[in-house]
């Protein structure tokens, strides 16, 4: 059975940078596509940005130029980079393995000053 494990979440100033990181257990990794999803308080959870097994990304509007998806297969990790972090980043932020429909616990993410 997969697992998603995140890591890399924390806080950060406005206009600052963070990692995370989404770890897989289990085999097959390199053939699905993974997502990057979060949920700020009182709101509903949206996709960040999504990676096929063929390394095509896809990213929400509002991440555009900022946010970088990319995927180890190797090392059955998905990754994104957060770059000039926004208050209105703030959120939980969740990986999700389609196909199986498996979900991460999430990993906290601050902007704030």
């Known amino acids: 059975q997969v697992q998603l494990v995140e890591s890399g979440g924390g806080l950060v100033q406005p206009g600052g940078s963070l990692r995370l990181s989404c770890a897989a257990s289990?085999?097959?990794?390199?053939?699905?596509?993974m997502g990057w999803y979060r949920q700020a308080p009182g709101k509903q959870r949206e996709l960040v940005a999504s990676i096929t097994s063929g390394r095509r990304t896809n990213y929400t509007d509002s991440v555009k130029g900022r946010f970088t998806i990319s995927r180890d297969n190797t090392k059955k990790t998905m990754f994104l980079q957060m770059n000039s972090l926004k208050p209105e980043d703030t959120a939980v932020y969740y990986c999700?393995?389609?196909?199986?429909?498996?979900w991460g616990q999430g990993t906290l993410v601050t902007v704030s000053s």
């Open positions: 999700k393995l389609y196909g199986l429909e498996v």
């Open positions: 289990g085999s097959n990794f390199r053939f699905y596509t």
